[in-house]
C-alpha cells in the first residue's frame, strides 16, 4: 500500500513562505526607518544653518537701516551722514564678527556704495551769527529750484535801530518776509513821551500781514512750515502764511541785519558756492550736506557645513 504525503509538504511549504515574508517585511519596516531617520538628520542640520545665516542677514540689514535714519536725522553731529554710516558698519561688521567667531563661524559684512541723496539737502546754521553767506555776503542765494519744504525753522534778532537801514528780507517764489527794526513814541507809566524800539514782521504772500513785537522780546523764532512765530518775550504766538516755492529759489537779503540760527530740510538744489560743505567743524558759518539715500551691502556667512553669501541694498524708511 502507498503512502501519500503529499499535503504535508504544501503545509510545511506555505509555512516556510510565510516565515520567510515575515522577515522580508520586518527587514523592510528597519530599512524604512532607517532612511527616514537619516534623512531627519540630514535634513535637520542643514536647516538649522540656513536658519542661523538667515537671522544674521536680517540683524544686518535691520541694524544698517536703523544706522541709516540716525545718521540722516543726527547729521550735524560732527561727521556728514555718510561718513556716520561707513563708520557705523565697520562697529556693526566688528561686533557681530567678533560674536559669531567665537563658535567657529565666519560673518562679515562689507559696504560696496553709500549713496546720497542730493535732491533733499541739510542746510543750517547752528552757532548765532549773522545770516550771510560762507563768504560774508549779505545778499545771497541759499537753494535753487525748491520745490518742498520738510522743515525750515530760524531764530532771529534784527539789529538795533539804525536810520534809513534795510531790513532782513527772505524771498521764495512769491512770498517774501521782512524782519527790521523801527523806533515808536510810547507813553511812559509816567505820561512821558519815550521813544521805544520795535521789531516789524512783514508777511507778503496772498495776502500782507504785519507784526509787531517789543525789542526785548527777541529771538523771535519763526517756523516756516507750521506757520508760526514765537517770542522769547512770552507773548502769543501768532499763525503766518507759509511759503509755497513752487520750483523758485530761497534767498536772504541783508543777512547782515540779523542774527540767529537756520535749520533747512528740502527738496531743492543747495546753492553750494555759497555754503560751507560740512565736515564735522564748527562755527557760525551755514553749512550744507546730504542724508543717505541707500547703501549696497555684501554679506558673507560661512561654516563648517554652509557657505552664505548675498548682496543687499539698505534703503532707509521713506526712502523710494
Do not use: C, K
Amino acid at each position: 500500500m502507498a503512502v501519500v504525503t503529499q499535503s504535508r509538504d504544501r503545509g510545511q511549504l506555505i509555512l516556510v513562505a510565510g516565515l520567510t515574508v515575515a522577515v522580508i517585511l520586518v527587514v523592510l519596516v528597519l530599512l524604512l526607518n532607517t532612511v527616514i531617520y537619516t534623512e531627519n538628520l540630514a535634513t535637520r542640520g542643514i536647516d538649522s544653518g540656513a536658519g542661523d545665516a538667515i537671522e544674521y542677514r536680517s540683524t544686518v540689514v535691520g541694524s544698517v537701516e536703523e544706522l541709516i535714519e540716525r545718521e540722516n536725522e543726527h547729521y550735524d553731529e560732527g561727521r556728514p551722514p555718510a561718513d556716520g554710516v561707513e563708520t557705523g558698519i565697520e562697529e556693526i561688521d566688528g561686533t557681530l564678527s567678533e560674536r559669531h567667531l567665537e563658535r567657529g563661524t565666519i560673518a562679515e559684512i562689507r559696504s560696496s556704495q553709500i549713496q546720497t541723496d542730493e535732491s533733499s539737502p541739510r542746510i543750517w546754521q547752528n552757532d548765532s551769527g549773522a545770516f550771510t553767506d560762507a563768504a560774508g555776503g549779505a545778499g545771497w542765494t541759499v537753494m535753487t529750484e525748491v520745490t518742498e519744504f520738510e522743515r525750515f525753522v530760524m531764530t532771529a534778532t534784527p539789529d538795533e535801530y539804525t536810520e534809513n537801514s534795510e531790513p532782513f528780507r527772505i524771498d521764495i517764489g512769491g512770498w517774501s518776509m521782512e524782519i527790521e527794526v523801527i523806533e515808536v513814541e510810547v507813553q511812559n507809566e509816567e505820561g512821558d513821551t519815550v521813544i521805544e524800539e520795535r521789531i516789524v514782521v512783514t508777511v507778503e504772500g496772498e495776502e500782507l500781514s504785519i507784526y509787531e513785537y517789543g525789542y526785548e522780546e527777541a529771538p523771535l523764532r519763526i517756523d516756516l512750515v507750521e506757520g508760526s512765530i514765537e517770542t522769547d518775550g512770552g507773548s502769543e504766538d501768532n499763525d503766518i502764511e507759509t511759503p509755497t516755492p513752487g520750483g523758485g529759489e530761497l534767498r536772504y537779503t541783508n543777512g547782515d541785519r540779523v542774527v540767529g540760527t537756520f535749520e533747512l530740510h528740502a527738496t531743492g538744489t543747495a546753492s553750494e558756492s555759497d555754503l560751507t560743505e560740512y565736515d564735522g567743524g564748527s562755527g557760525g558759518d551755514p553749512y550744507y550736506t546730504y542724508p543717505v539715500a541707500s547703501v549696497d551691502l555684501g554679506i558673507h556667512y560661512e561654516t563648517s557645513e554652509l557657505r552664505f553669501a548675498t548682496e543687499e541694498t539698505i534703503v532707509p524708511e521713506g526712502e523710494p
